[in-house]
Nanobody
Framework: QVQLVESGGGLVQAGGSLRLSCAASGRTFSSYAMGWFRQAPGKEREFVAAISWSGRSSDYADSVKGRFTISRDNAKNTVYLQMNSLKPEDTAVYYC????????????????WGQGTQVTVSS
């Protein structure tokens, strides 16, 4: 069993920054790719970023490229999402997830999810 706990969300002004953390349980954490998704009210959950098990490769949604950076520290069982130049459109609940196979862009490719952390960006 794997459990994920997100933290670091909050309220920031447009142009500001936040750093989200996702703490995972389990010895096998380092064996899996990880992803961040987000969901705004009335909208579908959407892909934000993913990182390989080693941290050597990553993918980003076009909407966040150049602004967000995903990273991981396997020794600490933690994945991070550094968010810079935030926009009101980034407002959503952000979820961390463990990749289980298949394309990283789809929610169905992930086996475990955290409860989410709220990010609100004011204009």
């Amino acid at each position: 069993q794997v459990q994920l706990v997100e933290s670091g969300g909050g309220l920031v002004q447009a142009g500001g920054s936040l750093r989200l953390s996702c703490a995972a349980s389990g010895r096998t954490f380092s064996s899996y790719a990880m992803g961040w998704f987000r969901q705004a009210p009335g909208k579908e959950r959407e892909f934000v970023a993913a990182i390989s098990w080693s941290g050597r490769s990553s993918d980003y949604a076009d909407s966040v490229k150049g602004r967000f950076t995903i990273s991981r520290d396997n020794a600490k069982n933690t994945v991070y999402l550094q968010m810079n130049s935030l926009k009101p459109e980034d407002t959503a609940v952000y979820y961390c997830a463990v990749h289980g196979g298949g394309t990283v862009y789809y929610t169905g490719s992930y086996d475990y999810w955290g409860q989410g952390t709220q990010v609100t960006v004011s204009s």
